[in-house]
């Protein structure tokens, strides 16, 4: 028997709201990922989907939404910068999810390999060579390679059930 063809269990279809809240259940750090785009010019995204993939070789992944303005941008940007936020960057993350503004109007950042920004103040910087794309529903994730990092003494940005959070260690 096939459990994923045969399953004779007919579900009733996830509600769209109910999934987001269980979704932020899973509380994230928050990231900038930042590339040039055609004409040279900076862009970047505020995404909390960001993992680790692989150590060996060190690989991570992000994905972004098929419709998002920027999506041509980080489809044909050979590299990209995930920018890992710090926990006094919320106006950063604000910054980068906002439409019709120059997102880098005001924003400090030093250029990384390629030219690709770097903003400054975050906790930490994984500098990636772009190594595939996967489709995922209304998603695409993007696979880096990581080819130089940066991590620095700070506190993160964390993001859950819609809201931003603050990092506390609980120590036994
Ligand atoms: C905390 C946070 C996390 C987000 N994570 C993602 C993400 O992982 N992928 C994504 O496509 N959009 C994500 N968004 C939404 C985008 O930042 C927002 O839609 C985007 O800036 C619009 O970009 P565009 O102008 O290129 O369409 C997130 C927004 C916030 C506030």
Redesign the pocket.
Known sequence: MNVMTDNPVALPALDPMELRRCLGAFV?G??V?TALDAEGQP????????SSLSLSPPLIV????L?????K?YQHAPRFAVNILAQDQMPV??R?????ID?FEGIKHTLGLGGVPLIDGCVAYLECSLEATHPGGD?VLFIGRVERIQTLDKQPLA?GGGE?KAVVPLRP
């Open positions: 994230t928050v990231t990922v862009e970047g995204i505020t995404a909390n989907s960001f992000w994905s972004l939404r419709n998002a303005r920027s999506f941008t993350s604000n980068f999810a906002s439409s019709g997102r998603h993001y931003y």
